[in-house]
């Protein structure tokens, strides 16, 4: 099985778009909108709490809080690639 790149920067665009890059360099857009259709993702739906998050250190991972997280396996297997023209990057967000 491939490495899965790590996370090393994020940003939340909208209410349910974020942009993830990862130390591959690849920058991906995931979309959280699957995921409110189980109970434990319902809080994101609330965007400024959406906003809220934090990388996990090792970049393993974007947290909400105890209960809520994504790893970097689903947002790097299931966000879909945009190139850095089409979406510059945010800077690193810290909470």
Partial sequence: ???VPKIISAKAIGS???IVEFTSHEVKQYDISNLLTKP???PLQEVTFFRSF?????????VW????DIS???LWKNGVVV????E???QQIMM
């Avoid at 809080?65 to 809520?68: A, K, L, M």
């Avoid at 190139?83 to 089409?86: H, M």
């Fill in 65 to 68: 809080n105890d209960e809520i």
């Fill in 40 to 42: 434990m993702f319902l």
């Fill in 72 to 74: 970097e396996y689903e």
């Fill in 54 to 62: 934090s990388i996990e250190p090792g970049g393993y991972g974007l």
């Fill in 16 to 18: 349910t778009t974020l």
């Fill in 88 to 90: 510059p990057i945010g």
């Fill in 1 to 3: 099985m491939m490495q």
């Fill in 83 to 86: 190139s850095l023209e089409q």
